[in-house]
């Protein structure tokens, strides 16, 4: 039986990761890691470990005799930039231990890079897979340095590690992340709790996105692909919608016709300027037969139907 371990499990995307993975494998055989507990019970094994402490990660894969890791902790692009020098520590020190230890262990990795790793000089519509890569933010620089990394470890250790160049990630099952994308998450839970929104890029910046569900089957589709098919062991582009600011507040009137957006960008415009606006994804497609399943007013009926619950809005 697989037995996996998750860390940065209480982040936006391990939180529903783990209860994907629980659901598929069973509770006892997903080991969730983060810095503190989850916030609500969960049915399954969770421990306290820091990613940038080697023994701590060496005994939770020994303890649990652990066969696949799906590495998620990091520090974002806004808190990033507000804390370099932590940044460079988690996202580049606990990406090189997890390497290490799955070279020494013979586990298989997940690891998620980001749109972050392109930059103004990148192409901004239909972004191939390979071209320039020079980011402006050190969340962008440890993504671009850890895509190298990844690619390294499978050259020179055989290790199997796979990864993700995710877009802006869209979920209700955990706040914020402290990301640049994070606008549209906070204009949804603005709507949900019926309050007005004043976004902190403009209207007209258009980022590629991804709502939760999408983003989990993403990572598993690719992680139960034949090694065979991954042919690109630095990260895959993948990509579901790409909209506006305003594109987003539109949608989001046609469910709540009273929902107010301004507009006051901020340091996080530059930063969003940077990154693309559409990528072209169809390596993963090709390789591995990746298809996203929610379209932008399917993402937002269904965000605001879970924000909507009670125990969802958030005061």
């Known amino acids: 039986m697989a037995k996996f371990l998750i860390t940065g499990a209480n982040g936006q995307i391990g939180s529903d990761l783990v209860a994907r993975l629980r659901d598929m494998h069973g509770a006892d055989n997903v080991v969730g890691s983060d810095l503190r507990l989850p916030a609500s019970p969960q049915a399954g094994p969770h421990e306290i470990a820091d990613v940038t402490n080697l023994d701590q990660l060496r005994e939770l894969i020994t303890n649990y005799n652990i066969d696949t890791i799906y590495h998620l902790a990091s520090i974002l692009s806004v808190t990033g930039e507000k804390h370099p020098d932590l940044a460079w520590q988690v996202n580049m020190n606990g990406l090189k231990h997890i ?157 709540i016709p009273g929902f107010e957006c301004t507009y006051a960008p901020d340091f996080r415009q530059e930063i969003a300027d940077s990154w693309p606006s559409t990528l072209n994804d169809s390596e993963a497609r090709t390789d591995w037969n990746w298809q996203p399943e929610f379209t932008l007013d399917a993402m937002v009926a269904d965000m605001l139907m879970h924000l909507q619950q009670p125990s969802k809005v958030v005061s």
Not at 124 to 137: I, K, M
Not at 239 to 245: D, I, Q, Y
């Open 99 to 255: 390497l290490d230890l799955a070279a020494a262990h013979n586990c298989k990795v997940f690891w998620p890079s980001s749109i972050a790793v392109f930059g103004p000089t990148t192409p901004r519509n239909h972004t191939p897979q390979r071209t320039v890569l020079e980011p402006q933010t050190i969340y962008g620089i440890t993504k671009s340095a850890g895509e190298l990394l990844c690619n390294y470890y499978h050259q020179h250790f055989d290790v199997d590690v796979r990864s993700l160049r995710y877009p802006g990630l869209i979920s209700y099952s955990a706040p914020p992340g402290g990301g640049t994308t994070d606008f549209s998450i906070d204009m949804l839970r603005a709507a949900a709790a019926g309050k007005a929104y004043a976004c902190f890029v403009g209207p007209k910046t258009r980022l590629p996105m991804m709502y939760m569900p999408d983003a989990v089957n993403a990572a598993l589709v690719l992680m139960h692909a034949a090694p065979e098919d991954i042919r690109t062991r630095t990260s895959y582009n993948v990509t579901a919608v790409s909209f506006s600011a305003e594109e987003l507040a539109a949608e989001i009137k046609k469910v």
